[in-house]
């Protein structure tokens, strides 16, 4: 019994790709083992880099996605608010909305069937 699987042009081995990921792996394993031994886990090895400044606390350098999309969601706020009213986060009003939707869907594509 043959292991190799064929389909069109391509094959499939699995012992030959099982071969190949434990090769990769212990490359990957060498090349891991040859890492610098100086590093020492909890020093000031590990702090964050930032240009030689002083490196704010995690709560100011936490950029809130409010203030990233701010434009985006101040030219289209119109929009938004209308929008977010019907979104009440329970699957029951979702699957409402999902039923009704196919429905009228369905409904104007026979009304369109029924006009050729």
Not at 88 to 106: C, K, L, P, R
Request: hydrophobic letters at 50%; glycine letters at 6%.
């Amino acid at each position: 019994m043959s292991l190799l699987i064929e389909a069109g042009y391509e094959f499939w081995n699995p012992i030959i790709w099982l071969i190949a990921f434990a090769v990769l792996m212990a490359l990957v394993f060498l090349f891991r083992k040859r890492g610098q031994a100086k590093y020492k886990k909890d020093t000031d090895q590990t702090r964050i880099f930032l240009c030689g400044e002083e490196v704010p606390e995690a709560e100011q350098r936490y950029v809130r996605g409010g203030n990233v999309y701010w434009g985006f969601f101040e030219t289209l706020k119109e929009y938004y608010n209308g929008v977010v009213r019907p979104h009440t986060g329970v699957v029951n009003d979702y699957v409402i909305w999902f039923v009704a939707v196919t429905a009228i869907s369905a409904i104007v594509l026979f009304i369109v069937e029924l006009a050729r």
